[in-house]
């Protein structure tokens, strides 16, 4: 009787070994099977930035498309096929796209691909298909601007940079070409080629990059990410144009009412295999730069010029090293516009010096110089598929120097009962600093960003006021007075952030980042 019942349990111990492994050869072969059946790989710029919400094509080799996906936050993507076999993979974003890579699933996994964004030249097809995948963002509103959508503007790439602004949702026009978002014409931070640019110490007329410039922009409304900061009010994020090979140029001629003029020139293209470059330069006069104080089309003293230069060179040494110079310079002239017809003040005309005759109020001559130039080096390294990071070093040097007419300003004083004064006034910055952005793909649920910047700001500014000699209640009773003041101001600023973009499933994703400033 024993031996029977323990021929019994031998065989039943046989018989479970067996369908274990059998039943783990089954997961193991069906997760091999899945992995062979998988392709995975990363979208990047061709100066190695990473892409995301780039749509992934798979075809197979009678070129119907088999499935498609979306990067993520990192560049990215995951897309699994239905069997093995042949296939072509591709990017795709607007107006860019990768080249194919052919691909054979078979029982060897394959290596991640890595696919390399360019433009594409536009052909007008009608294609019927499935819609793609839905493109998701941050908890922010995101406005794209291609430079497709820039040409089919009215005036097209001769827009300046507040009239594309004013393409998106509340944004509203002021007086002195400050495009006020969501009720706020400051915070705007803008960013070129994901580097911060320092504010410049006025930036009421002169556009830092023109958008005949720009390739792309992306533009931020909402919550913003831990590596913002506190000019959130909206992210301007442009990229560049870039060379090509083979290369590309223009050369444009505007003009317009208010006689303006506008023309410019641009060329783009490389040198040997490794180099790439860009350069534009634009000529911008028109005799209405500031919007004058008097309706209709009269201007009184608005004329203007503006000129603007951009450089930009991409070395790409390898398939893990980019580096980037951008060169910025932008110079500017505007008249102050007047009021014609307006009447001297008999009061002040006495308290002048003896024989000066004020000349007509619309030809009072106030005006303002612009000097701008801002550069930067980025170094741009895939450490590995999950590591990467860029660090930038950068410049800028600004200038604003507003000259007044103090005599014929003063003549022309509407009531002497309040304040009152006439000023020049020359403002100067220099500022200088380095950034850091680190990205980390941990896995398939988390993105770890990390980074910080560091930043000296030095101004300088010099004001020279006119006015007159007053009995202390604030009544003119002598000549007129010059007084000055000089100052200049020194800061800097460190800032770090981290955060952990986690996507527990396919419905959602929260951004979860801390941040420290010190100034």
Known sequence: MYSCVKRALNATFVTIVVVVIGGMCSVLQAADSEQTQTIKGVVQQQDLRRVPQAIIEVKNQAGDMVTSGVSNDAGEFKVAVPEGGTYSVSAVQETYRSEYVVLTLGEEPVTPVILTLSKTKEVSLEVVSPLPPIQTKASSETYSLSRKEIDILPRGNNNDLHDVLLTIPGAAYGSLKQVHIRQDHANLQLRIDGVPIPDTVSSTFSDVISPRAWERADIVLGGMEANVGNKAAALIDITTKSGTKPGFGSVQMFGGSNKTINPSFEYGGTIGEKFRYY???????????????TLGHSIFHGQSERNQTMFRGDY???????????????????????????????????????GFIPVPSERVDENQKENNQYGHLVWRHDINTRNFFSLAGYFRHTRATFRTDPLNVLAYVPDVEEPFSAGSQDRIGYSGGVRMDYTYVHSKEHLIKAGFQIDRTQAINKTRLFTFLDDGTGNPTGGVINAGGDNRLIGWRQEFWIQDQWTPNEHWTFNIGVRADTV
């Open 279 to 293: 350069f534009l330069n634009s000529h911008t006069a028109t005799n209405r730069g500031i919007e004058p104080p």
């Open 316 to 354: 790409q040494y390898d398939n893990n090293n980019n580096i980037t110079l951008l060169f910025l310079n932008s110079i500017a002239k505007y008249q102050i516009p007047t009021s014609p017809g307006l009447g001297v003040n008999p009061t002040i005309l006495g308290l002048l010096p003896g």
